[in-house]
């Protein structure tokens, strides 16, 4: 009888307890978290750089490749508005329900006022929502695959794949290459994932080293809100979309996306987790066509987990100042952190420059964000699992509406 070899999910947790275990220990060793830094923290970096490298490839060839089996452009069309409509939505519901937790955790003076006085703190340059749109469309083909713009690889997936599909019979042969070249990206994928236990083991390891005495500080109940927003924004909105929409269980679709939030918990990289999400999307029925388009956009743009965190921080930041936010300015905090999410896709410290927008929006000081910046790593590592499982039900639900429609066309047409 063949012993039962313990699924990947698993592995990736072990690895993620005994990460843990090791930051906690290194905590209470003299130059602990110089030797996390200096000897543990780069096997992680690698294992990152694996994962980043081949996302460039999957999404270049798999986006293609699902248009060209598409066969039809305006099914593209179809798919993408489905995607930034549930987006949108999801975002929008993910601040709102963030202004609720963090305004009765101050009416229950759960937070406790830092100082203000001598803050500074300059926000990463962030960029007009047209300056967006417009760098979008690549000016060269070079320079997007080599630094990893997302919002324009999938540009250049999307124009492959339509010009092989316009070309016709002239076209089988580039449709042969990019059908190929995908297949090789993803056996390169299932290689670089069987290091996931380790690599979550290296990456977990000094970020528990570094910020562990900083979390039990005065910063906990903060975190603590963040982190109930996020949990409650997945059980309530993705389980019920994906069960009404998708007619995936709630209980199956956590299940099948426990590697991918593992790997992103540990990573706090959309991106570096997208080979992870795109693995365990197909397994819960999203078609890789959809899901290879879905997922990478989503990837840039959705942003649940991160309006969640600037919700709290946002009531947080004010309550230091003093400030009581009013229904109309908590209106704005959704539209602005709605829209943003958006308007600073692709800009590195995208969270940052978010949370910048929405204080300024609200004329709270930006200088506030140096409260929580010492811990961002924290946030960062519960918005950024929120946002890619946020990614996965999108997937698995556009795949879902795709089919129902289809059925529906092709019973129309009998």
Known sequence: MKSKKMPLAMWIFVGLVVGVAAGLILMAVPNGVGIAKSYIKPWGTIFLNLLKFIVVPIVLFSIASGVISMQDISRVG??????????????????????????????????????????????????????????IFPSNIIAPLANATMLQVIVISLLLGFGILLAGEKGLVAAQVVDSFNEVSMKIMDLIIKLSPVGVACLICPVVA??????????????????????????????????????????????????AMMMAFSSASSVGTLPFTLECSERLGARREVASFVLPLGATINMDGTAIYQGVCAVFIASCYGIDLTIGQMATIVLTATLASIGTA?????????????????????????????????????????????????????????????????????
Not at 78 to 88: F, H, N, R
Not at 363 to 372: D, F, K, R, S, T
């Open 210 to 259: 570094e910020n562990g005495p900083e979390v039990l500080g005065k910063l906990a109940m903060v975190l603590l809100v963040a982190y109930v927003g996020y949990i409650v924004h997945a059980l309530i909105v993705y389980s019920s979309t994906v069960k009404a929409l998708g007619g995936v269980s709630p209980a199956a679709f956590f299940k099948g996306m426990a590697p």
């Open 78 to 135: 179809s798919v993408g508005g489905k995607t930034v409509i549930y987006y949108m939505c999801t975002t929008a519901f993910a601040v709102i329900l963030a202004l609720i937790l963090s305004s009765a955790a101050k009416a229950m003076h759960l937070f406790t006022a830092l100082s203000t006085s001598g803050l500074e703190y300059t926000p990463p340059e962030g960029q007009s929502l047209m300056n967006t749109i417009v760098n």
């Open 346 to 414: 692709g800009v590195p410290g995208a969270g940052m420059v978010m949370l910048a927008m929405v204080l300024q929006s609200v004329n709270i000081p930006v200088e506030g964000i140096a409260l929580v910046a010492g811990i961002d790593r924290i946030f960062d590592m519960g918005r950024t699992t929120v946002n890619i499982t946020g990614d996965a039900a999108c997937a698995v639900i556009v795949s879902k509406l795709e089919d129902r429609k289809a059925a529906r066309t092709s019973g129309a047409v009998k």
